[in-house]
Nanobody, 125 residues
Framework: QVQLVESGGGLVQPGGSARLSCAASEFTFNSRSIGWFRQAPGKEREGVACISSYSFTNYAESVKGRFTVSRDNLKDTIFLQMNNLSPEDTAVYYC???????????????????WGQGTQVTVAS
């Protein structure tokens, strides 16, 4: 059974940075698109960033220029580097796998089948 585990969340001061990781068991990432999503209290889940197997990347407008998604296929790990964080970035962050094959990726949650349990990122002073 595919299991995804996110790590790297925590309390971050406004303007600070955090790096999230997503690792998988019983699954090889390197041929799939991986997405990062987040859900803040009282809000719907939203797509943040994704990276395809061709390393094509896609970002939500709200994080462009601040977040960077990357992948290490040798380690089967996906990263989300988050810089210049603001309280509006506070949310539970999830990684997810698109089981299809595509050179690109979209931030559409219904295209992703396997989800991690999430990691909390809180931006506060």
């Amino acid at each position: 059974q595919v299991q995804l585990v996110e790590s790297g969340g925590g309390l971050v001061q406004p303007g600070g940075s955090a790096r999230l990781s997503c690792a998988a068991s019983e699954f090889t990432f390197n041929s799939r698109s991986i997405g990062w999503f987040r859900q803040a209290p009282g809000k719907e889940r939203e797509g943040v960033a994704c990276i395809s197997s061709y390393s094509f990347t896609n970002y939500a407008e709200s994080v462009k220029g601040r977040f960077t998604v990357s992948r290490d296929n040798l380690k089967d790990t996906i990263f989300l580097q988050m810089n210049n964080l603001s309280p509006e970035d506070t949310a539970v962050y999830y990684c997810a796998v698109d089981p299809g094959f595509s050179s690109t990726c979209e931030l559409l949650s219904h295209e992703y089948s396997y989800w991690g349990q999430g990691t909390q990122v809180t931006v506060a002073s």
